[in-house]
């Protein structure tokens, strides 16, 4: 059974960067695309950004000048780093596998609460 | 604001019949991306409900299906059950292969 789930700080200072990494159990990281998703609370879901297996990214371009998002495939983890933070930011951030545009995110962890502040 | 337009929320009593609307355009939904449906109850992660259109994953009950067509999709639930209670998301791809999500349509079965 091919599980995910997220690691990281749940409270970070504004204007510092967020560091995420997400661990994929039961499958190899190959040859999907795996990525990050986040939500506000009491709002709705926010794609951040994905990586291919092979390491190439596309990120939301609202997002695009803060984020990297990296795969390791011999710790079979990918990861996301996301700068300049603020209280905006704040939100549950879920990791997720997309094995190609027609078959939907269909493994999610299980999400890390986020809290931006000073 | 979400690039697919969803209702912020729809009702029924139960074993009644709700659609839920996901409303994209030409460079979306509109294009030759799929639509993905996801439920997520409160406190949990999202799940994959319905995927390609119309497809439903393993586990999924029959009472769930989807469509698409031109630049909008649809989610039906038929039966509605109390356990249907739940957000659920729909979601496809751009021209420029980014994800985009609807708002989310709450469903409370009265």
């Known amino acids: 059974q091919v599980q995910l789930q997220e690691s990281g700080p749940g409270l970070v200072k504004p204007s510092e960067t967020l560091s995420l990494t997400c661990t994929v159990s039961?499958?190899?990281?190959?040859?999907?695309?795996w990525t990050w998703i986040r939500q506000p609370p009491g709002k709705g879901l926010e794609w951040i950004g994905y990586?291919?297996?092979?390491?190439?990214?596309n990120y939301n371009p609202s997002l695009k000048s803060r984020v990297t998002i990296s795969v390791d495939t011999s710790k079979n983890q990918f990861s996301l780093k996301l700068s300049s933070l603020t209280t905006a930011d704040t939100a549950v951030y879920y990791c997720?596998?997309?094995?190609?545009?027609?078959?939907?995110?269909?493994?999610w962890g299980q999400g890390t609460m986020v809290t931006v502040s000073s | 604001q979400s690039v697919l337009t969803q209702p912020p929320s729809v009702s029924g009593a139960p074993g009644q019949r709700v659609t839920i609307s996901c409303t994209g355009s030409?460079?979306?939904?509109?294009?030759?991306?799929?639509v993905h449906w996801y439920q997520q109850v409160p406190g949990t992660a999202p799940k994959l409900l319905i995927y390609?259109?119309?497809n439903r994953p393993s586990g999924v009950p029959d009472r769930f299906s989807g469509s698409k067509s031109g630049t909008s999709a649809s989610l039906a639930i038929s039966g509605l059950q109390a356990e249907d209670e739940a957000d659920y998301y729909c979601?496809?791809?751009?021209?420029?292969?980014?994800?985009?999500f609807g708002g989310g349509t709450k469903v409370t079965v009265l």
């Open positions: 030409s460079s979306n939904i509109g294009a030759i991306y799929d």
């Open positions: 979601q496809s791809y751009d021209n420029s292969l980014s994800v985009v």
């Open positions: 997720a596998r997309d094995r190609s545009y027609a078959d939907g995110f269909d493994i």
């Open positions: 390609g259109n119309s």
């Open positions: 990586i291919y297996y092979s390491g190439s990214t």
């Open positions: 039961g499958d190899s990281i190959s040859p999907y695309y």
